[in-house]
């Protein structure tokens, strides 16, 4: 069974931003969406992860309809199976980073890894509120947010946006190690062809069409 099964998805806004598109996302699975910007990437992306209606089509997660789901299953399913990790991090901002993981530790029933922390950078910085980071140190903060809720699928947009080559290197590596460990997939939007490279499958998203390139 397929983790995610997305089939023939259209989405518009004031205009057709695609139409009839589809993917499918295995356990092991490591996808890169690419695409200029405009294409709709982080829209289809919202799409696949529950926070989006398509206009068209279905998406199906974990053999569960996502039409058929009342609101408060869907809110369960992102809650429970789904790591969304956005570029605007989404983070409590009155609370210190580790209360941040402490919400996610207590809603998933999971314990804080410290060794990730420490492999993020960000160890010593938990104790300290949200607002007084660095944009790079938040986006490493909501990564192991999601890690720590041991979700079945990643969903990731531009996820080393805000870090230098080295620590986007060790995410990467952090993610391919949370993936086999778990049998997890791994969904991510991204420009950087650096990143996209190192996923097993990569996607481009242009002229309403989602093509497979590699």
């Given at each position: 069974?397929?983790?995610?099964?997305?089939?023939?998805?259209?989405?518009?806004?004031?205009?057709?931003?695609?139409?009839?598109?589809?993917?499918?996302?295995?356990?092991?699975?490591?996808?890169?969406?690419?695409?200029?910007?405009?294409?709709?990437?982080?829209?289809?992306?919202?799409?696949?992860s529950t926070?989006?209606?398509?206009?068209?089509?279905?998406?199906?997660?974990?053999?569960?309809?996502?039409?058929?789901?009342?609101?408060?299953?869907?809110?369960?399913?992102?809650?429970?199976?789904?790591?969304?990790?956005?570029?605007?991090?989404?983070?409590?901002?009155?609370?210190?980073?580790?209360?941040?993981?402490e919400?996610?530790?207590?809603?998933?029933?999971?314990?804080?890894?410290?060794?990730?922390?420490?492999?993020?950078?960000?160890?010593?910085?938990?104790?300290?509120?949200?607002?007084?980071?660095?944009?790079?140190?938040?986006?490493?903060?909501?990564?192991?947010?999601?890690?720590?809720?041991?979700?079945?699928?990643?969903?990731?947009?531009?996820?080393?946006?805000?870090?230098?080559?080295?620590?986007?290197?060790?995410?990467?590596?952090?993610?391919?190690?949370?993936?086999t460990?778990?049998?997890?997939?791994?969904?991510?939007?991204?420009?950087?062809?650096?990143?996209a490279?190192?996923?097993?499958?990569?996607?481009?998203?242009?002229?309403?069409?989602?093509?497979?390139?590699?």
């Amino acid at each position: 069974m397929n983790l995610l099964n997305a089939t023939l998805i259209s989405h518009s806004f004031d205009y057709d931003l695609f139409s009839d598109i589809s993917l499918h996302v295995s356990a092991g699975d490591r996808i890169a969406i690419t695409g200029v910007s405009g294409s709709g990437k982080s829209t289809f992306l919202h799409i696949l992860s529950t926070l989006l209606k398509p206009k068209v089509g279905n998406v199906e997660i974990l053999g569960k309809d996502l039409n058929s789901l009342t609101e408060k299953e869907l809110v369960h399913l992102r809650s429970n199976d789904l790591g969304i990790i956005f570029q605007s991090h989404y983070l409590f901002r009155g609370f210190s980073a580790m209360e941040n993981l402490e919400v996610a530790s207590m809603l998933s029933h999971e314990k804080i890894d410290n060794e990730l922390l420490k492999r993020l950078g960000i160890a010593e910085v938990m104790h300290q509120k949200v607002s007084e980071l660095s944009g790079g140190q938040q986006q490493r903060v909501s990564i192991a947010r999601v890690l720590t809720k041991k979700p079945s699928i990643i969903f990731a947009d531009e996820p080393t946006g805000n870090l230098d080559n080295k620590t986007a290197r060790e995410v990467m590596n952090i993610f391919d190690e949370y993936i086999t460990q778990n049998g997890a997939a791994l969904v991510l939007v991204t420009h950087d062809e650096s990143l996209a490279n190192r996923c097993d499958k990569i996607y481009h998203l242009e002229n309403k069409e989602l093509t497979q390139v590699k």
